[in-house]
């Protein structure tokens, strides 16, 4: 399966700091996309990059995207306490995900 | 907005019996997706559906099965129960491919404990 691997697997910064993960993959991907999930719950989607897309933004999101390396970046800007959770990375087949093992954010205040 | 519903946010079930597990969505979609989390396995799809009455096994579908008898409603079996089993169940739904995209939305979760 087309498994995305999220680096780090665990992250602990402050309030006003940015958070930058990483997600590596190993087939070629139609596009990729990144979830969070708070403690417990659902997850939400993010962000879709399209495999012909290098960057794209969404509020204080970043994410980039380089299908050379296979792999791609989720930035978050001025980070804040309610950013703490967890964040995953799905490579795209056809209909289905598949999902990396997540990155674990900590904003501390 | 997109709602995906679970029947039990916590299910406690004992080693053999049968556990049904509901999810149900208001936004049309054709596909429904059923995964279980695990600490350090990350998402693992075990069934998904994309239409009434069809299903696809995903990659851990053993000891599971599914019901879709309607588009909005999509159904996760255990029919025997086992403590291996005990894990999050996730359920999420999206749009068929060609119709928008393949962005999933997700229920809030079940976390099943079997003992």
């Known amino acids: 399966s087309q498994q995305g691997e999220e680096d780090p697997q665990a992250l602990s910064i402050q309030e006003g700091e940015n958070a930058t993960m990483n997600c590596s993959y190993k087939t070629s991907i139609n596009n990729l996309q990144w979830y969070r999930q708070n403690s417990g719950r659902g997850l939400v989607h993010l962000i879709l990059i399209r495999s012909n897309e290098r960057e794209k933004h969404s509020g204080r999101l970043r994410v980039t995207l380089d299908t050379s390396k296979k792999s791609s970046s989720l930035l978050i800007t001025a980070s804040r306490a309610a950013d703490t959770a967890s964040y995953f990375c799905?490579?795209?087949?056809?209909?289905?995900?598949?999902f990396g093992k997540g990155t674990m954010l900590l904003v501390s205040p | 907005d997109v709602k995906v519903t679970q029947s039990s946010r916590y299910l406690v079930k004992r080693t053999g019996e049968k556990v049904f597990l509901e999810c149900v969505q208001d936004?049309?979609?054709?596909?429904m997706f059923w995964y279980r989390q695990d600490p350090g396995l990350g998402l693992r799809l075990i069934y998904f559906s994309y239409d009434v009455k069809m299903k696809e096994k995903g990659d851990i579908p053993e000891g599971y099965s599914v019901s879709r008898e309607k588009k909005e409603r999509f159904s996760l079996i255990l029919e025997s129960a086992s403590t291996n089993q005990t894990s999050m169940y996730l359920c999420a739904s999206s749009l068929r491919v060609g119709r928008g995209g393949n962005e999933q939305y997700f229920g809030p979760g079940t976390r099943l404990t079997v003992t």
């Open positions: 799905a490579t795209v087949g056809y209909s289905t995900l598949t």
């Open positions: 936004m049309d979609h054709e596909n």
